[in-house]
Nanobody, 126 residues
Framework: EVQVAESGGGLVQAGGSLRLSCTASGVPFNVWVIGWFRQAPGKEREEIPC????????YYADSVKGRFTISSDNAKNTVYLQMNSLKPEDTAVYYC???????????????????WGQGTQVTVAS
């Protein structure tokens, strides 16, 4: 059984930083893409960055490019999301999701991810 767990959310002032972690266990393939999504109240779930375990390739949405950095520790099946220069509009529930067997980091949409974490709240105060 695949289990995905996020941690590291919280409350931060605008301009501050947070680091989220995502750990996946039981993934049936030795290659995967892990992506971070976020969803604010009343809005659609937005794909932000993702990373490939096979080549380390990454994809970033324009809304976070230059402020957020995704990285991975493949030996631990853990992916990190470093979020800097946070803005109030970054406030959302952040989800981690796994696409087993996928090798290319690109904008794929929620339908390509099979396993999801429960989400962690990030609140940026102005």
């Amino acid at each position: 059984e695949v289990q995905v767990a996020e941690s590291g959310g919280g409350l931060v002032q605008a301009g501050g930083s947070l680091r989220l972690s995502c750990t996946a266990s039981g993934v049936p393939f030795n290659v995967w893409v892990i992506g971070w999504f976020r969803q604010a109240p009343g809005k659609e779930r937005e794909e932000i960055p993702c990373i490939s375990s096979s080549d380390g390739g990454t994809y970033y949405a324009d809304s976070v490019k230059g402020r957020f950095t995704i990285s991975s520790d493949n030996a631990k099946n853990t992916v990190y999301l470093q979020m800097n220069s946070l803005k109030p509009e970054d406030t959302a529930v952040y989800y981690c999701a796994v696409s087993p067997g996928m090798t290319t980091a690109k904008s794929m949409g929620v339908q390509w991810y099979d396993h999801w974490g429960q989400g962690t709240q990030v609140t940026v105060a102005s």
